[in-house]
């Protein structure tokens, strides 16, 4: 079993940055990939980007590269989210992933991950 804990959204204005957290904690010892999905209002649930848990390889959906970054802390058994140059259009409720097997790759073409947390709330006002 392993539990996820996302912090760091929030309500900021169009063009702010946001930094999202993710904590994993229980039976961590199997981790292949993490990652971010997010689900707006009215939308189906989508990929925002993914990495894999050794060798750091990144995966990005269309609309965020360039704007977004994912890292990871291997020894706190986190992930990141560095979110700038927010717009509008990413309001949604950001939720935390955790893969056994599906690798970063094949998070982005529609894998499904093993865990999930409860999420966090993203606004961007304009």
């Known amino acids: 079993q392993v539990q996820l804990l996302e912090s760091g959204g929030g309500l900021v204005q169009a063009g702010d940055s946001l930094r999202l957290s993710c904590a994993a904690s229980g039976r961590t010892s199997s981790v292949y990939a993490m990652g971010w999905f997010r689900q707006a209002p009215g939308k189906a649930r989508e990929f925002v980007a993914s990495i894999n848990w050794t060798g750091g390889s990144t995966h990005y959906a269309d609309p965020v590269k360039g704007r977004f970054t994912i890292s990871r802390d291997n020894a706190k058994k986190s992930v990141y989210l560095q979110m700038n140059s927010l717009t509008p259009e990413d309001t949604a409720v950001f939720y935390c992933?955790?893969?056994?097997?599906?690798?970063?790759?094949?998070?982005?073409?529609?894998?499904?991950?093993?865990?999930w947390g409860r999420g966090t709330q993203v606004t961007v006002s304009s």
């Open positions: 992933a955790l893969s056994r097997s599906p690798s970063a790759a094949a998070l982005g073409r529609g894998y499904e991950p093993d865990y």
